[in-house]
């Protein structure tokens, strides 16, 4: 059990455009999810933190209103980039968990701003 | 808040010998502490947890152990293959969730068969 699944997997887009990246847990029901970014070589660092019906907390020095998040059920979160840049080119993660429990990843999404 | 130190930042072993990762946390109040393996251009996978209450987890060929005294744990792998290649991370809780952590540098392991 604890499958997440992300969709899509890559995207390119035109600078100026906003992608949406699904994030899904499969086979449970996920109170929290969360969306990392990952740079070439780097660690993850966790951009925020969303439950499901509320508005999602984000890390210092993530922009809200560029990276748009919703969690609109227990199973699906969404990723929106808005009026992406080149520098927005990275590797989206997403994760969920569910109460007193770890959190399960995402496969990851690969974002190439053009 | 917590920081989360790991060494080696790389490590080459021969198929068959053990490989061991370091981490360092700086939270007391920290109590879970997992350890992710994330393959190129994947998701991190868990390969293992330990909680505050237990020194020593092992499960197959892979091990961790924790010293809360000295904020320190560490991952062992015996017998590598070189499917056990891959960028390993740890990471440490943010207080007592066994959500919300914050996670180390990483460790690129090759094992060279």
């Known amino acids: 059990g604890a499958v997440v699944s992300q969709h899509p997997s890559r995207v390119i887009c035109k600078s100026g455009t906003s992608v949406k990246i699904e994030c899904r847990s499969l086979?449970?029901?996920?109170?929290?999810m969360f969306w990392y970014r990952q740079f070439p070589k780097q660690s993850l660092m966790l951009m925020a933190t969303s439950n499901e019906g509320s508005k999602a907390t984000y890390e210092q020095g993530v922009e809200k209103d560029k990276f748009l998040i919703n969690h609109a059920s227990l199973t699906l979160s969404t990723l929106t980039v808005t009026s992406a840049h080149p520098e927005d080119s990275s590797f989206y993660i997403c994760s969920a968990s569910k109460p007193s429990d770890t959190q399960y990843f995402g496969p990851g999404t690969r974002l190439t701003v053009l | 808040g917590e920081n989360v130190e790991q060494h080696p930042s790389t490590l080459s072993v021969q198929e068959g010998d053990s490989a061991v990762i370091k981490c360092t946390y700086s939270?007391?109040?920290?109590?879970?502490f997992p350890w992710y393996k994330q393959e190129l251009g994947k998701g991190p996978q868990l390969i293992i947890d330990i909680r505050s209450n237990v020194g020593e987890k092992k499960d197959q060929r892979i091990a961790v152990t924790l010293n809360k005294t000295a904020k320190h744990f560490s991952l062992h792998i015996t017998e590598t293959q070189p499917e056990d290649s891959a960028v390993y991370f740890c990471a440490a809780s943010i207080g007592t969730s066994y959500d919300k952590v914050i996670f180390g540098p990483g460790t690129s392991l090759s094992v060279i068969p």
């Open positions: 939270d007391s109040a920290s109590n879970y």
């Open positions: 086979d449970f029901q996920a109170t929290t």
